[in-house]
C-alpha cells in the first residue's frame, strides 16, 4: 500500500526524538499501517475492540489517578499506581491532540507481569488502534492486556 503525505507525517512522528525521546515504535520495523493491521487482527480474534480496551484502561488510570501515586487494587491481584509527569505530550497522529504525560505501572500479581501506559496510550488505543511498536515503553500486547483486562 502506497502511503500518503499524512501517513509519512505519522511515520515521522513515531520515530525517536521528535515528539518524545524514546519514540513509539521502539525497535519495530514495520510501518505503522502494518502495525496497526496486525493488532486489530488479534483484537478482533479476542471478540473485542479498541474501544472497549480502551475504556477499561481509561477507568484503570482514572482510579490510579486519583490515588496520587498511591497504589489501587483495581481487582483481585492487580495493583495500579500512577505517576505524574510535568507537561502534556501530542498525540503523534497530525493535528489531533495532547495528552498529560505520566504513566500507569499495572501489575498482575498473579500472573507475575508488569504493564505500563500513559493517558496517550489510552488515546492513541481508541482512537487509532495503535498498542505501540514492539520493544517501545509503551507496547502493550493486545492478547495480554485483554486476558487481564477481563478481571478488571
Not at 32 to 59: F, P, Q, R, W, Y
Not at 130 to 146: A, D, M, N, T, V
Request: aromatic share 6%.
Amino acid at each position: 500500500m502506497k502511503q500518503t503525505p499524512y501517513d509519512m507525517q505519522l511515520e515521522a512522528n513515531l520515530q525517536k526524538g521528535v515528539l518524545c525521546r524514546e519514540g513509539f515504535l521502539g525497535t519495530d520495523h514495520r510501518k505503522i499501517l502494518e502495525i496497526i493491521a496486525a493488532d486489530t487482527g488479534v483484537v478482533n480474534k479476542l471478540g473485542t475492540s479498541h474501544e472497549d480496551i480502551a475504556a477499561k484502561l481509561g477507568k484503570i488510570l482514572k482510579q490510579a489517578m486519583e490515588r496520587y501515586g498511591n497504589p489501587v487494587n483495581v481487582a483481585e491481584n492487580l495493583v495500579a499506581v500512577y505517576r505524574e509527569a510535568m507537561g502534556r505530550i501530542p498525540c503523534p497522529w497530525p493535528h489531533c491532540s495532547l495528552a498529560p504525560k505520566g504513566e500507569v505501572e499495572l501489575v498482575d500479581t498473579a500472573g507475575d507481569r508488569i504493564f505500563r501506559f500513559s493517558p496517550l496510550s489510552v488515546h492513541t488505543i481508541a482512537m487509532h488502534g495503535f498498542y505501540g511498536g514492539k520493544g517501545s515503553r509503551y507496547r502493550l500486547e493486545p492478547k495480554q492486556l485483554q486476558e487481564v483486562l477481563e478481571r478488571a
